[in-house]
């Protein structure tokens, strides 16, 4: 007999501000569990209107086959898709209006 051939897991790094991709990462625990392994980056905190520094709440590296983007702050997406741009690792944000090579807006 055969051993049945399982698919290497998507490495899904996922971003959110305040549990704003609660309900999707609930989704992709319960229906994906056997294609994913996820990450999960919360932030947590009242941030300012304007960030001028984004570091203090991205990580220096990331390391996966894609990223999610549910934060609420401009400043971080914008700052989390260059980094995405800059590693060629797609990144999806929906109703967002960011570009950059590999940077997917879909509307909501």
């Known amino acids: 007999m055969s051993e049945s051939i399982k698919p290497n897991k998507q490495r ?4 959110q ?5 609660k309900l999707k990462i609930e ?3 319960k229906y994906g569990r056997e294609f994913y392994e996820l990450d999960i980056v919360d932030i947590e905190e009242i941030l ?12 220096t590296d990331i390391d996966c086959d894609l990223v999610l983007d549910f934060l609420r702050h401009n ?7 260059a980094m995405c741009v800059k590693k060629k690792i797609p990144l999806i944000a ?7 090579a590999g940077v997917m ?3 909501t």
């Open 48 to 59: 300012s209107p304007v960030l001028d520094d984004t570091s203090e709440y991205l990580p």
């Open 17 to 21: 501000q305040n549990g704003s991709g």
């Open 12 to 15: 899904l790094m996922i971003f």
């Open 94 to 100: 929906s109703g967002k209006k960011i570009s950059g």
């Open 105 to 107: 807006t879909p509307p």
């Open 75 to 81: 400043d971080l997406s914008t700052d989390l898709a």
């Open 27 to 29: 989704g992709l625990r």
